[in-house]
């Protein structure tokens, strides 16, 4: 069976279930979930009910797709995403973004946990993703047969959405809380960078780094869709005075920062015509 049959059969299995296209489409990173608290939810069906669907392996993330509104519009939101280091292809990390594309959505939000490299920004802060490095050592673009779904030379000069951009910085001005703007660097991990490493990714222009998200964003251009992006800072990576990892306080930092995105968010729908 070829991407496009795989993608048909998905998209079949969803529509079955009641999801219905033309929603705007949201893919939850770790530590993003209290999102869901505010959407009236008509449908949610488990990563595992979807013909096709890659099985999720990450520990902090629920797993499911959610159908309902939020602002008075329709929203399909997918909590849970997947990751390089999971041993997936290219294809499987950005099933999601085809699948919302074969439903209709025209809009996507994407969200992430990051580390900040810039040091005037804090954990527990959101950043606004206005550019991208990939180091991933590959493309959801350079595999074989995917020129059928898409272009293959996509143009990256402008991967997210101006006015979308413009509309969550009038959103952070309006409640007055610090949205930071910057360059996102996608490693593969899932190893945390050394000290070495930090001091390279502040060296080619990084503000922040993650494991996810920039697979994303390339399928989502190749495919025409409008997105927007951000990352919530969960550390701060100063290779000179560098903290072993902890989990504890990377979701606690996630978890008040959350709370901002949140109502970026909520303000980008409201505003969405």
């Known amino acids: 069976m070829n991407k496009q049959e795989r993608i048909n059969q998905s998209q079949a299995f969803l529509k079955s279930n009641g999801i219905e296209e033309g929603a705007i489409g949201i893919i939850l990173g770790t530590g993003l979930g209290d999102l869901v608290d505010h959407v009236s939810i008509e449908k949610e069906i488990p990563y595992t009910a979807i013909p096709h669907f890659p099985k999720p392996t990450m520990e902090f993330q629920k797993g499911r797709l959610l159908y309902g509104h939020l602002e008075n519009k329709k929203v399909l939101i997918f909590e849970g995403r997947f990751h ?84 969550a910085k009038e ?31 502040k060296t080619i222009g990084a503000d922040a780094v993650g494991m996810s998200t920039v697979p994303e964003v390339i399928v989502a251009n190749q495919l025409e869709l409008k997105c927007i992006a951000f990352s919530v800072l969960t550390d701060v990576c100063n290779p000179d005075n560098l903290a072993p990892i902890n989990i504890e ?12 995105l949140i109502t970026i968010v909520k303000d980008l729908l409201k505003t969405n015509h």
């Open 171 to 201: 959103s952070a001005r309006k409640h007055d809380f610090p949205l930071h703007k910057g360059v996102y660097a996608a490693v593969t991990g899932p190893q945390l960078e050394t000290k070495a490493e930090y001091r390279y990714l």
């Open 84 to 167: 390089a280091y999971e041993g997936l292809s290219y294809f499987e990390i950005t099933y999601p973004v085809r699948l919302m594309h074969a439903l209709g959505v025209q809009q996507l939000i994407i969200s992430n946990a990051a580390g900040a490299i810039n040091l005037t920004f804090q954990k527990g802060e959101v950043m606004l993703i206005e550019d991208h490095i990939n180091l991933q050592a590959g493309s959801p673009l350079a595999e074989k047969g995917i020129e059928t779904l898409g272009q293959r030379f996509v143009d990256m000069s402008s991967p997210y959405s101006e006015r979308l951009m413009q509309a």
């Open 249 to 260: 306080d990377i979701m606690a930092s996630a978890k008040k920062a959350e709370q901002s």
